[in-house]
Structures are given as C-alpha cells and as structure tokens.
C-alpha cells in the first residue's frame, strides 16, 4: 500500500476515466521497465565494459606472455592463444620458445614450425625464441640429472616494453578473457593462491601471474634459477612456485581463485569450502563452472592431451557420490573439459590426443583419488611422444 500523503484530497473520477488512466499508467509502466532492462543488459552484454577511452586505456602496453619448451606445450600455447582471440581480447600476445625451433616449413610433419606460423600470421602473436631458462635440481651439494624448464615463464619479467604483463601456464583452458586484470590497481605482481594446499597461508600459485615487467626483478630471479634448487621441488616442478612465494608471498596482490583459478580435481572433490570460500554456501557445480574463467587441469596423473586408460578414467573421474550408473553434474562438466582440451588440439593444432598409457605404469603408488588438490603433484613424464599423428 502506498501511504496517502495527508494533503492529498480524495478525489472523485468517474469509474470508465479511472480505469482508463489505469491502464495509461500500466502501459506506461512497462515501457520504462522494458527501456530500464534494455539499459542494463545492452552494456552488460558486450565483453570489454566501458568505453577503453574512457579508462584510457592502451592495450598495446599490455600483454599475454605464453612459454613453449617442447611440441606439446607449443600446441597449448596455440589453444590459449585462439581461445584469447575467441574472447576478443585486446591485448598483445607473446610467445617465449627454444631459438633451435624456426619457422621455415620443411615439410608436412613439421609441426613446431607449422604452429609457430599459424601463431604469427593468425593470432597475431609475437614470437619471441629465446634460450630457455632452466633449473637445475640439487640433492646437497651434488648435481643430479633432473632438470626444469617452467621457469622459463620467468621471462615475462624481461618484457619490459610493456606495463604490465599476463603470464600464464598451458595446462589450462580459459574460459573468458583475462583482460580486466591488466587495469588492476598498479602492483609488482597479482596473483592468485593454489587454494587447498595443506600449509597456509596457501602459495601463491604460478599458473596465473599479472606481472609489472621489471630487468632487476629478472635478473634476480635468474640468479635464484642459477642457484638450483631442491631436488624434490625441481622433479615436481614446483621450484617456480618456489621462486615466487620466497620473493612476494607478503606482498602480492592476491586474486580471488575463484574464478580465476578453478582446479578440475575440484569437481572430484566432497569438500568444497576451500574453493567457493564460504563454508556456508551450497556447492553448484554448474554454476561454479559458469562463473569461472580460468580451469587448470590437476587431475595427476591424468593428463587432457593424453587418452584416458579405460581403468585410470573409471577410478579418477567424479564419483557422483558413489553412484556408478548415469551422470552428474560434476562427472559431465569434468568430462567436458577434457574432450574439449582434445577436440581443439585435433582442430587447431592437428595433433591427435597421445595413446593412453598402462594405467598402473603412470599411477603413482599412493595415489589416491579424490584427496588433494594435485599442486603438490610431480608432472607425470613429461611429453609422452606428442607430436605422432
Ligand atoms: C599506445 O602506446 C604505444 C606504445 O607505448 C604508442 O606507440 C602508441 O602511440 C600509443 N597509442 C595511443 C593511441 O596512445
Ligand atoms: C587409497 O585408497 C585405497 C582404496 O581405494 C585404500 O585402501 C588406501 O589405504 C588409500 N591410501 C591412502 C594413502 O589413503
Ligand atoms: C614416439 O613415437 C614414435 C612412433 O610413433 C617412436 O618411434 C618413438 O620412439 C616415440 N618416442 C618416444 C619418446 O616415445
């Protein structure tokens, strides 16, 4: 009931002219409430917000800083590039690869090649051939063989052209355009935390880093790469989230990780207040997936450019609270991105998926479905013969 102003004299209209009046006004009504959605939704529906002028904003200043050492990663570096261009993103795109690779076709089955052009001439991306920054592994004082080369991500820092810098991992499947982060509050580095991990506060987490580039910031990383690193963390590849927790943990800007760092072993999980960060809310996994905008595949040892063995599939996918028979959400989601991941290797870099492996060859002894969230997890080996088919 809408409160008589006490001023307000009772008025007397015939009953047709009231009536009428009434529906003027329901008309009327309608219009500016249908005007009102059309306002809201018509900006809302475009994927860059406001007008770039009016934040005055230079997208040659920004940049994706991708990292390619071997075939494999090559070709997912081409997936996110194509998904950055399917998403409109504005900004540059820059890929660090092995400066033995060139670009000269030799032949039909020279994919490093192929795939180095079709970044170049259709996305637009900036090749960049460099030697690869690598770690090497140290049990004391005594060097082992192994070896890593993810830090080679550290040469987004070196990009000092621009101002500021998006340096992502390939295991991921992006799911929107990262580009409002480049118009984050200024700040050496954003980051957002592997959440889940057992210690907290949990790492910072290197998939996703939104960098300021910075020469001393790199030299200084260099020299923490030349100093090696433990070996345990070296063989896991971990020695990247190392270098970065041990330089910003206090003073990284943090990202929320949800959306911005979704893990797929999540969608085999029970428990899932670590990622939704609210004990109280309910799980929809549904509508997790909708919001997200950057999925990182961490189902160890399971990997998406690797077939399924029949028997690994059956004990890692989502359990659908132990029921084996028909679907769910989470089981078909899980699924999803992973045919997904497959059918865009197939169609953008003609790679066919690797054949699936003995399951209990790559299944580590303690592995055990559902715990953890994998960031702890030790690659499997790494590529598995990729560049066949
Ligand atoms: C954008 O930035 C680049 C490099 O800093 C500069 O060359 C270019 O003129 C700028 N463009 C505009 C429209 O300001
Ligand atoms: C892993 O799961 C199996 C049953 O699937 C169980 O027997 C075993 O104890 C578990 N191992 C660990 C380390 O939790
Ligand atoms: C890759 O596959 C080819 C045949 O398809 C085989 O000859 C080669 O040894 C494999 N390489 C590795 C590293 O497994």
Redesign the pocket.
Known sequence: MRRKRSDELPRFVGDDEARSFRWRRKYTYYLVGFIFICWLWYPGRKTTSPSDDALNINWSNYAYSLYATDSTTLCHTLLLFDALARFGSKADRVLFYPEYWDTRVEDSKDRDSQLLVLARDKYKVKLQPVKLLVVEGRTRDEWTGTWDRSVTKFMAFSLGYYDRVIALDSDITLLDSLDELFTLPKTPIAMPRAYGTDSKPWPLSTMLMVIKPDIDEFDKCKNRIAGGGNNMLVKAHRFDMEIVNERFEDSALVLPHRPYALLTGEFRRHEHSAYLGNPDETWDAEKVFKEAKLVHFNDHPLKPWIMWPQKGLEEMQPDCDGSHEGSCAERRIWKHLYDDFRHRRRDICKLLSVPAPEWESIKGP?Q??T?GTGHAAPEAEEVVNASSG
């Open positions: 303690t055990n479905s715990d």
